[in-house]
């Protein structure tokens, strides 16, 4: 085993939460679970690269990054996972460091609000170790300039004083790694992003993943779940391993008190349907956002605030929650004019289009 030493600092919140949840840990009532809830799946995280399923390309590279780290006795270069949420950026920022035998601390974008608020962690830091930042995007413009010579040649500046008494010292540090998580790749300066060499980018997971995964959990979770009850329950988890365990945690609990514990492929189906996800796996809300966009924006084009003061939700929610997956099925467009229902999009919600022509360009009505 490597030395692991995991210094927790200011919590941000969401997946650095460290409470451990035991295995009887009592669930929300059913009618306030949130499938996208980033807690309730912390005891499935796998712990090595090994226990990682999918993402071979991502897989493949880091392990040749580990590997030439490891026979350079080099730090690792500064690595920026990106991807839409749940899809094991911090899965992989925290394996990383077991698999390098390194230590590593964790912080994110939101509440590093000044550069001293990153100093205790770069004076902590040892050689080599890894400084995990969440939500690097939400990182304050005055704090990205900070690490930006860090990152580069590992040296903090430090401004004493004020007026003509000021003078800057430089401290230099041990060399060490960054490994920056977004869901948004492209709202991070151009500066910044240059500063991570490696850059990988984590795409959603197909059936036969989220099968294995569920497979796997339910074992993790000793629960009975027929081949095809896991089958059903990855078809209908949006291609994201956080909302296969997350339908895994609710269809089990729903079958300890139904069936016996047995999750065969009916009882999956009647637990899925008490939660409103349906056959695509949107759930109330992606239905909400495309009943919206018909009703309210005629089929669109909407732009984003719109949808969002209709929906009440922030915009950062649609955009990083509810569209990556509603784009990826085609039930959505997003075009130069705003958000737009497509042909896909209307069918799913039962609805045939009137004239095809009109379907997909939006103004439906
Ligand atoms: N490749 C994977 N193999 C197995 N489980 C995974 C994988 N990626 C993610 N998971 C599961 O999904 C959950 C959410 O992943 P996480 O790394 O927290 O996503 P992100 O940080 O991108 O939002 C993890 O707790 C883990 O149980
Ligand atoms: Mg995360």
Same mark, same amino acid.
Request: net charge negative.
């Given at each position: 085993m490597g030395r692991q030493t995991v210094i927790r600092g200011d919590d941000g919140?969401?997946?650095?939460?460290d409470v451990e949840r035991p295995f009887s840990a009592p669930l929300p009532p059913p009618d306030s679970i949130n499938l996208k809830d980033e807690?309730?799946? @912390?005891?499935?995280? #796998?712990?090595?690269?090994?226990d990682v399923v999918g993402q071979r390309k991502v897989v493949e590279r880091l392990q040749i990054l580990i590997d030439a780290a490891r026979l350079r006795k080099d730090p690792?270069?500064?690595?920026?996972?990106?991807?839409?949420?749940?899809?094991?950026?911090?899965?992989?920022?925290?394996v990383l460091p077991k698999e390098l035998g390194v230590e590593v601390q964790i912080t994110s974008g939101p509440v590093l609000t000044a550069p001293k608020d990153l100093l205790p962690y770069l004076t902590n830091g040892s050689r080599g170790s890894i400084l995990f930042i969440d939500e690097i995007h939400r990182m304050p413009a005055t704090v990205e @300039?900070?690490?930006? #010579?860090?990152m580069e040649?590992?040296?903090?500046?430090i401004t004493l004083g004020e007026g003509l008494s000021a003078r800057t010292i430089n401290m230099p540090l041990e060399p060490f790694t960054v490994i920056g998580a977004t869901t948004r790749s492209g709202m991070l300066s151009a500066p910044l992003r240059d500063r991570f060499v490696n850059r990988l980018h984590l795409d959603f997971y197909s059936v036969e993943d989220l099968t294995e995964i569920v497979t796997r959990n339910a074992r993790k979770l000793r629960t009975e779940i027929e081949p095809a009850a896991a089958f059903e329950l990855a078809r209908r988890a949006r291609a994201t391993p956080r909302i296969a365990n997350n339908l895994l945690h609710w269809v089990r609990d729903f079958a300890t008190v139904k069936a016996k514990g047995h999750i065969t492929v009916d009882v999956a189906r009647d637990a899925l349907r008490m939660q409103e996800v349906d056959e695509a796996g949107l759930d109330e809300q992606d239905r909400k956002y495309m009943t919206t966009l018909l009703r309210i924006f005629a089929g669109g084009p909407a732009g984003l605030q719109s949808i969002s003061h209709s929906l009440n939700l922030p915009p950062d929610t649609l955009e990083d929650e509810v569209e990556p997956f509603l784009l990826r099925l085609g039930f959505i467009q997003r075009t130069p004019r705003g958000r737009v229902l497509t042909a896909e999009g209307l069918q799913h919600l039962g609805i045939t289009p009137p004239d095809s022509r009109g379907a997909g360009q939006g103004q439906l009505f």
């Amino acid at each position: 085993m490597g030395r692991q030493t995991v210094i927790r600092g200011d919590d941000g919140g969401g997946d650095d939460d460290d409470v451990e949840r035991p295995f009887s840990a009592p669930l929300p009532p059913p009618d306030s679970i949130n499938l996208k809830d980033e807690n309730l799946d @912390e005891q499935l995280r #796998p712990q090595r690269l090994a226990d990682v399923v999918g993402q071979r390309k991502v897989v493949e590279r880091l392990q040749i990054l580990i590997d030439a780290a490891r026979l350079r006795k080099d730090p690792l270069g500064h690595l920026l996972l990106d991807g839409p949420p749940g899809l094991g950026k911090t899965t992989f920022a925290t394996v990383l460091p077991k698999e390098l035998g390194v230590e590593v601390q964790i912080t994110s974008g939101p509440v590093l609000t000044a550069p001293k608020d990153l100093l205790p962690y770069l004076t902590n830091g040892s050689r080599g170790s890894i400084l995990f930042i969440d939500e690097i995007h939400r990182m304050p413009a005055t704090v990205e @300039e900070f690490i930006y #010579p860090v990152m580069e040649d590992f040296r903090v500046d430090i401004t004493l004083g004020e007026g003509l008494s000021a003078r800057t010292i430089n401290m230099p540090l041990e060399p060490f790694t960054v490994i920056g998580a977004t869901t948004r790749s492209g709202m991070l300066s151009a500066p910044l992003r240059d500063r991570f060499v490696n850059r990988l980018h984590l795409d959603f997971y197909s059936v036969e993943d989220l099968t294995e995964i569920v497979t796997r959990n339910a074992r993790k979770l000793r629960t009975e779940i027929e081949p095809a009850a896991a089958f059903e329950l990855a078809r209908r988890a949006r291609a994201t391993p956080r909302i296969a365990n997350n339908l895994l945690h609710w269809v089990r609990d729903f079958a300890t008190v139904k069936a016996k514990g047995h999750i065969t492929v009916d009882v999956a189906r009647d637990a899925l349907r008490m939660q409103e996800v349906d056959e695509a796996g949107l759930d109330e809300q992606d239905r909400k956002y495309m009943t919206t966009l018909l009703r309210i924006f005629a089929g669109g084009p909407a732009g984003l605030q719109s949808i969002s003061h209709s929906l009440n939700l922030p915009p950062d929610t649609l955009e990083d929650e509810v569209e990556p997956f509603l784009l990826r099925l085609g039930f959505i467009q997003r075009t130069p004019r705003g958000r737009v229902l497509t042909a896909e999009g209307l069918q799913h919600l039962g609805i045939t289009p009137p004239d095809s022509r009109g379907a997909g360009q939006g103004q439906l009505f």
